[in-house]
């Protein structure tokens, strides 16, 4: 009985020791991105340090993907091209799609 007991607390032990331990990386993680985030002047380093914090946290994302009308690749709304009311990838999608007002042969 008294060796289950000792099970118990070696178990709860652990969990503790994980829980720390998992703190500390974390932690540390922060500290780097914090780091990083306050010198947001550098092009090269910042651009990889703020895309995951945005992508995880903010809840609506700047750039939207949008679905091209013809060839229904998701293209993010800063470079997606808006012609007649449609969303196309590119200049040509958008040209080809107003040369054929159905473009029902895409599906
Ligand atoms: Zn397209």
Same mark, same amino acid.
């Given at each position: 009985m008294r060796q289950i007991i000792l099970l118990i607390f070696v178990f709860f032990a652990s969990q503790w020791l994980f829980k720390k331990l998992k703190r500390a990386q974390a932690a540390a993680g922060g500290a780097q991105a914090g780091a990083g985030g306050n010198g947001a002047g550098n092009g090269t380093g910042s651009a990889r340090a703020s895309r995951g914090p945005s992508a995880s946290s903010? /809840?609506?994302? /700047?750039?939207a993907l949008v679905r091209c009308a013809e060839c229904g690749v998701h293209t993010p709304s800063s470079d997606a091209v808006v012609a007649a009311g449609h969303r196309f990838c590119s200049v040509g999608h958008a040209q080809r799609h107003a040369a054929r007002p159905t473009g029902r042969d895409a599906r």
């Open positions: 903010a /809840p609506q994302l /700047p750039d």
